[in-house]
Structure formats: structure tokens, C-alpha cells
């Protein structure tokens, strides 16, 4: 089970840091990544992290927001710099291990400019 939170309305230019909370689920060894929908578009991927710390980001979010992880607290999170009202969209949080993948419930991130 994935649990989401910590979006928000925040001014262009602001920051929000996101967390999700893992249980139920070998989170060390998970792949584990923020996704966003915004609407009227599809989900896409924001960034992503290993079990053994590496990162990617989409090209949109690079310089911006860090992607990290703490295995003994099973938390992932999203820490989001230098918002921008493009940013505006759901974030879900996402883990794969083993061929099974799961979702968050999505929390609300509002950047007004």
C-alpha cells in the first residue's frame, strides 16, 4: 500500500516537498517513482529511483526536483524547487518489485502564478 501526501497550493517560484509512505511491501528492494497527471493529459513519469539510489528525472523537472529515498523509514520523496504553473497536476506515487506494480491515491499539487 502507497500513501501520498504533502501537495498543496504553493506561488510560482515556491517549493512543496512530497512523501510516500510504503507499507506492506519490501521497500528496499522496490523500484519506486512520482508520476503527475494533469488535466486533460496523460500520466507521465516525473522521476524515478532504484533500490540502490540511482535517479532519473524527466526532462522537464531536471535541476528542479530531487527524487530520494529512506529504506528505513519505507518513505520516498519528491522534493520540488522553483515550482512553475506548469507543474500543476495530481502526483502519484508508483512501485515496482518483482513484476507487481502499485499506486498511491494521487495528491493535488496547485502552482499559481
Known amino acids: 500500500q502507497l500513501q501520498a501526501f504533502g501537495g498543496g497550493l504553493v506561488q510560482a517560484g515556491g517549493s512543496l516537498r512530497l512523501s510516500c509512505a510504503a507499507s506492506?511491501?519490501?521497500?528496499?528492494?522496490?523500484?519506486m517513482a512520482w508520476y503527475r497527471q494533469a488535466p486533460g493529459k496523460q500520466r507521465e513519469l516525473v522521476a524515478g529511483i532504484t533500490s540502490g539510489g540511482s535517479t532519473n528525472y524527466a526532462d522537464p523537472v531536471k535541476g528542479r526536483f530531487t527524487i530520494s529515498r529512506d529504506n528505513a523509514r519505507n518513505t520516498m520523496y519528491l522534493q520540488m524547487n522553483s515550482l512553475k504553473p506548469q507543474d500543476t497536476a495530481v502526483y502519484y506515487c508508483?512501485?515496482?518489485?518483482?513484476?507487481?506494480?502499485?499506486w498511491g491515491q494521487g495528491t493535488q499539487v496547485t502552482v499559481s502564478s
Open positions: 508508483n512501485s515496482k518489485f518483482n513484476l507487481r506494480v502499485s
Open positions: 506492506g511491501m519490501p521497500f528496499s528492494f522496490a523500484y
